[in-house]
């Protein structure tokens, strides 16, 4: 059994086959998925269809690129939407100086936002981080990781910055990169975290895995990420799926049978 704990199925790269996406990811063993919400419109789409399908979840929060065209209320918007029951998570938040589509003091003021919602509300947050692991281990620590936790996504960092997270109360997820040849630090970071912190995801329609990297991604192809995880930390597939699946029930609080 797998979890894909990052996906963007509200993606329009999903318009024409999501049932099909969904058949072939119940075939490669995946239970559930969470749909992340990276703005309120979308996030709003991610519960909709969390509300449509028994094994599709969401979380809700305001993405980095997207902290400079959020409107003022929003907080209350998120509330609102931290209250339905799909909700898992808040997030994605976080920060992005990669492409900085939201200037820098933007993104830092509605991240410190969000971790004080998830705080509140009771949620964990789902952690976005590209380009500044420094500036986000600073302001995760200055305002804390709520009780609930939460996780670093799409981890790229090295195993020292994942030892720091996981001191803050953050697991670490794994997506398709670790398939990519170059990705000497994911896949240390792969083999040496503890069991009970580890996660994995797609982040579709993104970060396509080996063999299929430059197709659109999809939840059945966790389990590559699955396999390359397994293989680099001596363990079966079927380990590495059970404990990861077991991680995201206790992490997000899922209503699943194990
Ligand atoms: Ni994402």
């Known amino acids: ?15 024409k086959d999501l049932e099909d996406c969904l058949k072939r990811a119940a075939e490669a063993g995946v239970a559930a998925v969470i749909n992340v919400g990276f703005n309120l419109s979308n996030a709003r789409k991610a519960v909709a269809l969390a509300g449509a399908y028994p094994n599709l979840y969401a979380t809700a929060g305001i ?57 509140e509300v009771g949620l964990p947050v789902v952690i976005h ?3 500044d692991h420094r500036r986000i281990l600073d302001i995760l620590t200055e ?5 609930r936790g939460g996780v670093m996504h799409c981890f790229s960092g090295d195993l020292p910055l994942a030892r720091e997270c996981m001191k803050l109360g953050l697991y670490i997820s794994i997506a398709g990169p670790v398939t990519y040849s170059k990705a000497s630090d994911l896949k240390e970071v792969a083999a ?7 996660l994995l995801e797609t982040d579709c329609p993104y970060l396509t895995p080996h063999p299929f990297r430059g197709k659109r991604n999809e939840p059945a192809h966790v389990a ?11 363990e079966t597939p079927e380990e590495v799926a ?11 609080g899922l209503d699943l049978p194990l």
């Open 192 to 198: 040496a975290c503890p069991r009970d912190r580890l």
């Open 1 to 15: 059994m797998l979890i894909d704990t990052h996906a963007h199925l509200t993606d329009k790269a999903y318009n």
């Open 224 to 234: 590559l990420v699955c396999r390359q995880v397994a293989e680099l930390r001596g």
């Open 63 to 119: 993405h980095p690129h997207d902290a400079a065209g959020t409107a003022r209320g929003y907080l209350e918007d998120l509330r609102r939407l931290a209250a339905h029951p799909r909700v898992v998570a808040l997030g994605e938040m976080g920060l992005d100086f990669y492409r900085n589509l939201s200037p820098p003091p933007v993104q830092e003021g509605v991240f410190r936002e969000q971790l004080r919602l998830a705080r």
């Open 143 to 147: 305002e804390g990781v709520g009780e």
């Open 242 to 252: 059970r404990t990861t699946a077991e991680n995201a029930v206790r992490l997000f």
């Open 129 to 131: 981080d590209r380009d």
